[in-house]
């Protein structure tokens, strides 16, 4: 250990992220002064994006059972949801905000394979990927590289790694030009009571690091990440990772088939954090502690210090603790799959990790006092209303002209050509979406994708979804619409919406503003999982999404839910099947265009307050919607969300190329109707043969309904005004993105 005389004090303490308090509070747990190596891990371990000090009183309000939940939040390393038939999905949505801002490709590489090694160290097999990204103005040379750098690094490793990307969702705002948030989502299925645990017991278990080796790249990324974007921040290019997915898809299959094996105690992922986070927080769930020797670590670097090897977040590696007498199985296997697996430690009885180099003891810290729910500080942070907040709600409707007959035609086509509307098939395209498993999508075009589990007639259908404009303009409400997004979403593809995971995306929480922010989002989030029963599984918290100079990104609750589709026959697609069908829209037209892309992008009006939600509307049409599917009376169900409902009855007009003529509703402004972002609505087509029956089912149901249209022609009617050729908006609609970020 090092001499008294070489200590560092609570400056080094500071510059490594942590408050004064804090270091005193070091101080007094370690009964002296710690080293530097021991400073260095609790500056990462007691960071916000590994111990989430000023965000888990929050968290702990967010409902997190139901009778399918088989591992809830915060106790392994994703959630586990029974699917029936002995099979489980886990699942989870992580961020990798701030590595992707300075090195977009390799940025948004890793946080697809962190994300992965999160769902197989469960002993799940990953099945399918979604992401949810988010970059500033389109028109900025800066966002074009980003847009380009992470599209092709989430492509190439989820490509390589077998992976398909069945679906997300990409948003463009000036508030993110400094602060891309990239968020990335995995699933994967296993057979229930084969699933692993991240856990160490048993004095003597031997402990093993497995995969890649240890080098450099991302010391720090912990502490990186709970920090703001500043001008220097590029000076931090180690605490971006460098991933493999070939490498990975060795470690996945070996980790597999060493978990059926049954030799392993615990199993734990290298994220974030690096050794330090894998060794304390395994011990500290299993109540044990473990003696580490460094030196046997496997490194790329020569003379590597002890707290670089302790905090590295080089990929493709995992902590695995080996049953006392079967460590020659672990070898066996790893070998087999040609990877690194070194016996690194023992577990002991201490429940405090000491870790030696070269045959000196370099830290020795109690593994307990790390980790979330045990030692790590937890903070109720100050919050405040915003002086926005009231500002927006002064929006008058009355105050913006409404479109005339003869302007209806430019809205939509801006609309058509504006990134956040426009087809994403110029980032989808990069993506494999079929590759390693099948999935039902690929060519029957829904709201949220399904993916076939193999051993059942089952599919999971998933879905990411926020509409960050709306939980800006009102956090609470916001954060619940999108909770009823992803449910709706899952719901008109027939599936059953059971589970949610969720990246919180905000700015600084020592800011009262943005905590405000985060606290209305909660509140949003849990009011909407208790009605939809979707508990919380876990997720991930991502604080510090602001630069120095232009303030926090929109704060972004990114929901990703889980929803199951028992019978194949039941799913339901968005598109128009053919001429004559009636087109009909669920739920109640409203005289809003609140946060709407129309006022915020074509009419240039930013201070607006949230749509149009009610709730309990909400789980009427949910439940009306479901009811039509399984009576079998609709042929499409697509649901209106951003642009409005002629940019949805254009979604829905484009896979078969059926155009159709549509009336708007008299008693609102046209904008409104046609372009208004109002929640709880869907449009649906039936075979006109069904009218009386569909009808009586909704009436039966109390469930409010107009017939708006039919499918019919090649041309974009309403109210008899040819709006657009189907043609022309297709054209539009499907390279619009390509060419903005080409220019």
């Known amino acids: 250990m090092e001499s008294i005389d070489n200590l560092p004090t609570v400056e080094t303490a500071k510059k490594l992220g942590l408050l004064p308090e804090e270091y005193d509070r070091i101080q007094e747990i370690l009964g002296r002064k710690p080293n530097f190596t021991e400073l260095s891990i609790f500056s990462v371990m007691w960071s916000e994006h590994c111990s989430y000090k000023n965000s888990i009183v929050w968290l702990k309000t967010l409902p997190k059972d139901s009778p399918r939940m088989l591992a809830k939040a915060g106790e392994e390393n994703a959630g586990l949801v029974d699917l029936g038939d002995g099979l489980g999905c886990a699942f989870k949505i992580e961020s990798h905000n701030h590595p992707s801002a300075l090195e977009p490709y390799q940025g948004a590489a890793t946080g697809v394979g962190g994300i992965n090694r999160d769902i197989f160290t469960m002993g799940a097999r990953p099945i399918a990927q979604l992401n949810s990204l988010r970059f500033g103005n389109i028109a900025l040379a800066k966002t074009k590289w980003l847009v380009k750098g992470v599209v092709k690094g989430i492509g190439d490793y989820g490509n390589a790694f077998g992976i398909p990307t069945v679906g997300g969702e990409v948003f463009f705002d000036d508030c993110y030009s400094t602060n891309p948030l990239v968020n990335a989502f995995s699933a994967g299925i296993l057979k229930v009571g084969t699933q692993a645990s991240a856990t160490s017991y048993g004095v003597g278990n031997g402990v093993f690091i497995v995969g890649s080796a240890t080098g450099k790249d991302g010391i720090g990324g912990a502490s990186f990440a709970s920090e703001d974007i500043t001008a220097k921040s590029s000076e931090k290019l180690p605490a971006v990772q460098v991933g493999d997915p070939f490498q990975e898809k060795l470690l996945l299959e070996a980790s597999l088939e060493i978990i059926e094996a049954g030799c392993v105690i615990g ?112 903070y109720t942070r100050e919050y405040k209303e915003p002086a926005y ?22 809205a939509f086509d801006f609309l058509m050509n504006h990134p956040n509307i426009a087809s994403k098939k110029w980032v989808a395209e990069q993506y494999d979406s079929s590759i390693g498993r099948a999935n039902r999508n690929t060519n029957a075009p829904s709201d949220a994708a399904v993916v076939k589990v193999h051993g059942s007639q089952k599919s999971i259908v998933i879905t990411v979804d926020c509409n960050s404009r709306y939980v800006n303009a009102d956090p609470e409400e916001g954060c619940a619409m999108a909770v009823a997004e992803a449910a709706r979403n899952i719901v008109c593809s027939g599936g059953v919406p059971v589970a949610i995971t969720n990246c919180l995306n905000f700015g600084n929480p020592y800011v009262p503003e943005v905590y405000w922010q985060f606290v209305g989002a909660i509140k949003g989030m849990k009011k909407a999982c208790l009605a939809f029963e979707t508990p919380v599984t876990g997720g991930n918290v991502s604080f510090y999404n602001q630069s120095s100079d232009e303030g926090p990104v929109f704060p972004t609750p990114t929901i990703g839910m889980l929803g199951i589709l028992e019978d194949p026959s039941m799913k339901m697609t968005l598109d128009f099947k053919q001429e004559g069908d009636l087109i009909y829209l669920i739920g109640q037209a409203v005289n809003d265009i609140a946060s709407s892309e129309y006022v915020y992008s074509y009419k240039k009006i930013k201070a607006t307050p949230a749509p149009h939600f009610n709730l309990e509307t909400e789980q009427k049409v949910q439940k009306s919607i479901a009811g039509l599917i399984a009576a079998r009376l609709i042929q499409s169900a697509h649901d209106v969300s951003d642009g409005g409902l002629l940019i949805t009855l254009a979604e829905s007009s484009f896979p078969r190329k059926l155009g159709f003529s549509v009336q708007g509703d008299v ?77």
């Open 267 to 378: 199993i734990q992922d290298m994220g974030a954090a690096g050794i330090i986070c894998s060794t304390s927080e395994m011990s500290a769930k299993g109540e044990h502690g473990m003696i580490i020797d460094l030196s046997k670590v496997p490194t790329r670097q020569a003379n590597m210090q002890p707290f670089e090897i302790l905090l590295s977040e080089s990929q493709e590696r995992m902590l695995i603790v080996v049953e006392k007498g079967r460590e020659h199985e672990a070898k066996r296997i790893f070998d087999k799959w040609d990877l690194n697996c070194e016996q690194i430690g023992v577990v002991t009885d201490t429940k405090r990790l000491e870790f030696y180099q070269d045959g000196q003891l370099v830290a020795d810290v109690p593994a307990d006092d790390l980790v979330l729910g045990g030692g790590a500080p937890v």
């Open 389 to 410: 907040f009231q500002e927006f709600k002064k929006f008058s409707i009355d105050s913006v002209a409404d479109l005339t007959v003869d302007e209806l035609p430019k």
């Open 667 to 743: 008693n609102i402004r046209r904008d409104a109707c046609w372009f208004g972002e109002a929640q709880s609505r869907v449009v649906v087509s039936i075979d006109a043969q069904n009218k009386a029956k569909f009808e009586s089912y909704l009436n039966q149901n109390n469930q409010g309904f107009s017939l708006i249209g039919e499918v019919k022609g090649k041309d974009m009617l309403v109210d008899n005004q040819v709006v657009s050729t189907l043609q022309g908006a297709f054209d539009s609609y499907h390279s619009a993105l390509e060419t903005a970020l080409m220019k």
